[in-house]
T-cell receptor, first 108, second 113 residues
């Protein structure tokens, strides 16, 4: 199993601003993943974060809106750019079958 | 894309009752995962299934990997109030190896004491 820590755990942000979410894994992993969970909904994969190469985005998600960094095998960041209220969601990172506790984002 | 159909959407039960929920897909899965999510938390892995027909238990939880590889169920026996939460099934997408997951819509469980 892996222990995954995310921060911040929650934030309230003004529209038009950006927020960077950090994800730390307690062991080296090849792939890390970022998911979005809209209010009352299930999890949807945003992108796969690969170390040493650009992230791979799922249909409906683009790099300009959700830039991702993966500087090493234990760390990744997801930025939610130019936020609008529609971006209010829980953002989760994962490695393998294990998830962080999520970042609850509210955009006002 | 690949979809997992999870049912029921919600359940309201009395403490002590048994619970059953299931997940089906039009595609074959090689792995089935069952998660529980509580408010303010990320999904926590309950049971992982890797082989068709496999039946695995974790305390009061039992899950089975259907022999067609297109379905799975999760049973909770003798429910208690702390079983409250949303239960998700998940499985890896064909393109994603074993790690890129698609999720069911979840079963919200309420247990009345």
């Amino acid at each position: 199993s892996a222990v995954i820590s995310q921060k911040p755990s929650r934030d309230i942000c003004q529209r038009g601003t950006s927020l960077t979410i950090q994800c730390q894994v307690d062991s080296q992993v090849t792939m890390m993943f970022w998911y979005r969970q809209q209010p009352g909904q299930s999890l949807t994969l945003i992108a796969t974060a690969n170390q040493g190469s650009e992230a791979t985005y799922e249909s409906g998600f683009v790099i300009d809106k959700f830039p991702i960094s993966r500087p090493n095998l234990t760390f990744s960041t997801l930025t939610v750019s130019n936020m609008s209220p529609e971006d209010s969601s829980i953002y989760l990172c994962s490695a393998g079958a294990f998830f962080g506790q999520g970042t609850r984002l509210t955009v006002v | 894309g690949q979809q997992l159909n999870q049912s029921p959407q919600s359940m309201f039960i009395q403490e002590g009752e048994d619970v059953s929920m299931n997940c089906t897909s039009s595609s074959i899965f090689n792995t089935w995962l069952w998660y529980k999510q509580e408010p303010g938390e990320g999904p926590v892995l309950l049971i992982a299934l890797y082989k068709a027909g496999e039946l695995t238990s974790n305390g009061r939880l039992t899950a089975q990997f259907g022999i067609t590889r297109k379905d799975s169920f999760l049973n909770i026996s003798a429910s208690i109030p702390s079983d409250v939460g949303i239960y998700f099934c998940a499985g890896p997408t064909p393109q994603g190896g074993s790690e890129k997951l698609v999720f069911g819509k979840g079963t919200k469980l309420t247990v009345n004491p």
